[in-house]
């Protein structure tokens, strides 16, 4: 079985881009504190999330907010810039919780309101 669920803040905003196909592919990068450490320390994972749940993703989330994450895990292999193999693991996002809304503000930013409650239908 290869399956993750987690709960941390974007480290940036996301990114969105679409393939020759036009199906979109969001990223962006979530910490996680790691809360059994006696350190003050986090982890980084890039998550990935394709289709329409990545436009709402991109349109939606901002750094900083705290987000739900359900999927699974993909380790991938790449030679950097000086002949080095490296790995990096990554989350296929299957589900995306948002957890945390922008502030309301006077002015409709098109980030709140109903249109929030249907960004948080991703799955």
Request: charged share 30%; aromatic share 6%; hydrophobic share 30%.
């Amino acid at each position: 079985m290869n399956s993750v669920n987690l709960i941390g803040r974007l480290t940036r905003d996301p990114e969105l881009r679409k393939t020759e196909e036009g199906r979109s592919i969001c990223t962006f990068s979530i910490a996680i504190d790691d809360i059994h450490s006696k350190e003050d320390r986090a982890d980084f994972l890039r998550i990935t999330v394709f289709g329409n749940p990545g436009d709402l993703c991109e349109r939606y989330l901002r750094k900083g907010f705290l987000t739900g994450v359900s999927g699974r895990l993909r380790s991938d292999s790449y030679t950097d810039s000086e002949g080095i193999t490296r790995t990096s693991v990554n989350v296929i996002a299957e589900n995306v919780r948002f957890l945390q809304w922008p502030e309301r503000s006077g002015s409709d930013d098109g980030k709140s309101g109903s249109a929030a409650v249907e960004a948080a239908q991703l799955n």
